[in-house]
């Protein structure tokens, strides 16, 4: 089974400490990582993980890091297109600092420039599912029209909101979305869901970290529980829960069973430090 993931690609530069440091203090760090990530990423190399085929689109370009990155790619068996091949690009970082009393992430980082996107000719033969995650906004629209055209299952990624997503989500079958997802006008949960399924999504959901994650399918408003665990990282359970979820409903097209199955997966992912460790070879 073929999945396309559309958007970010970072370089992390991953600190573990005991604590949240004090501004304008220093910090010795128990434990330093490198590897690549962002949401479409860690989610495309979920689902191959997993058993799928993922196809990656996002910007590289040529910096000093390229090499590094399609290594990593290669390592992770993960087939992509650079939408910046040809171009001067620096590359994405985010500097993320995971607190190990508590488990939770905090990150730094920036959104890529809105730079002109090369080469849009890429093939969707087989393509069963796609997700995109808000990134290269412009070019995804035409991609998600495309998808739509070739019957292939669209899944948004709303990590947050971000400039001209209501014109994508005409084009999205089915939305994922973060506590910090806030359309205009929004001012609880409930606004949300309504947001989306006014703008042409069949099905939604909104992801609350430990909590419930709330559900909309056709009429049908629900709850679903997800596991309870002793947290050691959160950096990636959100981009792992939305590959996970691409690969089970995939295979199957059953929303919720594919909801539950992907909370497991990333609070599996949450046990450990990282987010590659729970897959069993190393932190990168």
Known sequence: MKGLFWGLLTIDLHFFTDYYPEENTKTKV????????????????????????????????????SNMVRQELKKNVIKFHDLKAKQKAEPIYASILTNTSSGSRTIFSYPPLADKIEDLDISLEDIRIAMFDGFYIDSAIEMAIRCRKHGITTVLDGGSWKAKTEALLPYIDVAICSEDFTPPGATNQTDVIAYLLNHGVKKAAITRGAKPIIVNEGEVNLLVEVPHIKVVDTLGAGDIFHGAFCYFYGKNNNFIPSLEAAAVVAARSCEFPGPRTWMGYGNN
């Open 30 to 65: 128990n434990q330093f990582n490198l590897y690549i990530g962002g949401p479409a990423t860690n989610a495309a190399i979920t689902f191959q993980h997993l058993g799928g085929e993922s196809k990656l689109i996002t910007g590289i370009g040529q910096n000093t890091s």
